[in-house]
Each structure stands twice: as structure tokens, then as C-alpha cells.
């Protein structure tokens, strides 16, 4: 059970937008700490798509967004291509006794 | 550019420690505000966070590993450690050492990412 919660898949056809969720609590998300997003296509390991809620690091397409509010985080992606099918996951500090490191459980993003 | 690689063991004995090694490369370990990380992912599942080092050798680990983890540095190699004790088929995943920035104490993200090596617990 994590600690973020994440909808186990979300779908899309090429060129929509979608959102993928991240749920957190009072010791993570909702204290203020910042959520991150990382991108794990098929084999490969995670690589960072935003840092600080809503920040992209050099070379991510702008089709991606993050924002926070709350105690939930979200991940935007706009029209969507083929290669975005991956799994996502998010990422904050959590100050309780569950560790600093959280992740979500991951969301499955196919392109249909 | 930063590079980071894993290596080690593929196969442990249940019971016995696994240790992996990660190198630096293309930077020192030891400039810059970082914290080194490794993070394991099972077969099939998500990311669990193992824990953290800085260069000045301060650690913090995932509570539900912290009594058989050790993180350490040796700065001269630019490179850093991962022990893992009493492991058992579960610990079976691969294994990331990954850089962590700052985005505002405490609050910190994976930037670099080594390509994950994967440790099997079997007799």
C-alpha cells in the first residue's frame, strides 16, 4: 500500500489530454512538501518529467504539466502521442514514520 | 552529463547480504548539494524508496528496511554503497541508484538515474 495514491491505468486516444492523480495526507502532499513526476517506459528506469510541483527539467516537451493543491498532485499530458505510453509515477517527502522517500503505486498510461 | 552505474551480485543466497556498488561519473560525488539514493523496484511493481547518503556521510533509510540497511560513501572512488542483511526471496527486484537535487528543504527529486541491476534472492 502506498503511501500516494495513483490510479492504476488511465487511457487515451492520440492527441487527447489526460490527467493522472497522486492523493497524499497531512505528512506529505498537504504539508507543502513538493511532488515530483517520473516517466518508466518499458524496460528502462524512471526518468524525471517534473520537479517542484510544476517544473520541467531541459529537453520535456511542454505537453506535460504538473500542479499541486491540497493534498493531491496531478499530471498533465496534452496531446498525447504513442510514446507517452508508459507508467508514471509521483514522488514527495513525507515527514511521518512512513520514510522520506514516497512514491506513488504507479499509473499505466496506454494510447489506445 | 552525470552517469550513474550499478554492479554487483545478481544472485544472493537467502540469508546472506546483498551489496551493490554505485559509480559516479562525469561529476564529483562529493560538489554540489546532492543527496545518493538507492531505490528498488520489483518485478512488475512500484518504487520503493531504500535510502539516502550525503558525501558528509550523514544517512537516512526507509523505516520498513532500516534495521538491515547500511548506505556509505567512499568519495576517493566517487562512488557509493548499498548493504543489504538477512535478504529473503522478497528483496528479489531491481536495484536504482539514483542523484537527488533539492527543491526546497526537505523536499528533494531523482534527477540522474542509473539503468537498475537486478538482484535475485534464490538457493
Known amino acids: 500500500q502506498s503511501v500516494l495514491t495513483q490510479p492504476p491505468s488511465v487511457s487515451g486516444a492520440p492527441g487527447q489530454r489526460v490527467t493522472i492523480s497522486c492523493t497524499g495526507s497531512?505528512?506529505?502532499?498537504?504539508?507543502?512538501?513538493?511532488v515530483h513526476w517520473y516517466q518508466q517506459l518499458p524496460g528502462t528506469a524512471p526518468k524525471l518529467l517534473i520537479y517542484?510541483?510544476?517544473n520541467r527539467p531541459s529537453g520535456v516537451p511542454d505537453r506535460f504539466s504538473g500542479s499541486k493543491s491540497g493534498t493531491s498532485a496531478s499530471l498533465a499530458i496534452t496531446g498525447l502521442q504513442a510514446e507517452d505510453e508508459a507508467d508514471y509515477y509521483c514522488q514527495s517527502y513525507d515527514s511521518s514514520l512512513s520514510g522520506e522517500g514516497v512514491f506513488g503505486g504507479g499509473t499505466k498510461l496506454t494510447v489506445l | 552529463q552525470v552517469q550513474l552505474q550499478e554492479s554487483g551480485p545478481g544472485l544472493v543466497k537467502p540469508s546472506q547480504t546483498l551489496s551493490l556498488t554505485c559509480t559516479v561519473s562525469g561529476g564529483s560525488i562529493s560538489s554540489g548539494s546532492y543527496y545518493w539514493s538507492w531505490i528498488r523496484q520489483p518485478a512488475g511493481k512500484g518504487l520503493e524508496w531504500i535510502g539516502r547518503i550525503y558525501t558528509s556521510g550523514s544517512t537516512n533509510y526507509n523505516p520498513s528496511l532500516k534495521s538491515r540497511v547500511t548506505i556509505s560513501v567512499d568519495t576517493s572512488k566517487n562512488q557509493f554503497s548499498l548493504k543489504l542483511s538477512s535478504v529473503t526471496a522478497a528483496d528479489t527486484a531491481v536495484y536504482y541508484c539514483a542523484r537527488a537535487s533539492s527543491s526546497g528543504y526537505p523536499s528533494y527529486y531523482f534527477d540522474y538515474w542509473g539503468q537498475g541491476t537486478l538482484v535475485t534472492v534464490s538457493s
Open positions: 497531512s505528512s506529505n502532499i498537504g504539508a507543502g512538501y513538493d
Open positions: 517542484g510541483n510544476s
